[in-house]
Antibody, heavy 120, light 107 residues
Framework: QVQLVQSGAEVKKPGSSVKVSCKAS????????ISWVRQAPGQGLEWMGR????????NYAQKFQGRVTITADKSTSTAYMELSSLRSEDTAVYYC?????????????WGQGTLVTVSS | DIQMTQSPSTLSASVGDRVTITCRAS??????LAWYQQKPGKAPKLLIY???SLESGVPSRFSGSGSGTEFTLTISSLQPDDFATYYC?????????FGPGTKVDIK
């Protein structure tokens, strides 16, 4: 059984950066992909980007290009999402989610979510 | 980028009702569509993938259909546990786009 456990809530100042972690257990971490999805208060789901740990290659939604960096540490089965130049509109719950890698797979396991609050 | 729309945005229904939600893609996505259920304060849960395949452990009252640009999620007999928000999602190796969601609430 795959489990994704995320780091705790964060409060950040505008202009700063945040780094959220997602530790996986169960399955073979390197063989699947991890995406990051965010949800602003009362809003829908927004995909930010994805990494396949075995390749170490990430791709990003155009909206977040240049501001988000997704990495993975195969030795600890942990994925990271760093978002820079934070603004109030980045206040949201950030989720990591797994797909089986490859080209066409949905998100079958999700982390519990991490609330990031951006406030001066 | 592929855009996804859903209708209705809100749906009021009673226990036992048959409920249908529609999702449309701005261009053909073949059958690469998933449906998720989300309850307040919880992560989304995968219900349907590849447009019509039921995820393991999901009750059979949920079903999906469609291909190309138009898809539907049907709940054959709404249960108390089904009051939630439902999202469609198109997926491929390079991008994933969610619909805006449909909230199913109690009539």
């Amino acid at each position: 059984q795959v489990q994704l456990v995320q780091s705790g809530a964060e409060v950040k100042k505008p202009g700063s950066s945040v780094k959220v972690s997602c530790k996986a257990s169960g399955g073979t971490f390197s063989s699947y992909a991890i995406s990051w999805v965010r949800q602003a208060p009362g809003q829908g789901l927004e995909w930010m980007g994805r990494i396949i740990p075995i390749l170490g290659i990430a791709n990003y939604a155009q909206k977040f290009q240049g501001r988000v960096t997704i990495t993975a540490d195969k030795s600890t089965s942990t994925a990271y999402m760093e978002l820079s130049s934070l603004r109030s509109e980045d206040t949201a719950v950030y989720y990591c989610a797994r797909d089986l890698g490859g080209s066409y797979n949905p998100f079958d396991y999700w982390g519990q979510g991490t609330l990031v609050t951006v406030s001066s | 980028d592929i855009q996804m729309t859903q209708s209705p945005s809100t749906l009021s229904a009673s226990v036992g009702d048959r409920v249908t939600i529609t999702c449309r893609a701005s261009q053909s996505i073949s059958s690469w569509l998933a449906w998720y259920q989300q309850k307040p304060g919880k992560a989304p849960k995968l219900l349907i993938y590849k447009a019509s395949s039921l995820e393991s452990g999901v009750p059979s009252r949920f079903s999906g259909s469609g291909s190309g640009t138009e898809f539907t999620l049907t709940i054959s007999s709404l249960q108390p546990d089904d009051f939630a928000t439902y999202y469609c999602q198109q997926y491929n190796s390079y991008s994933f786009t969610f619909g805006p969601g449909t909230k199913v609430d109690i009539k």
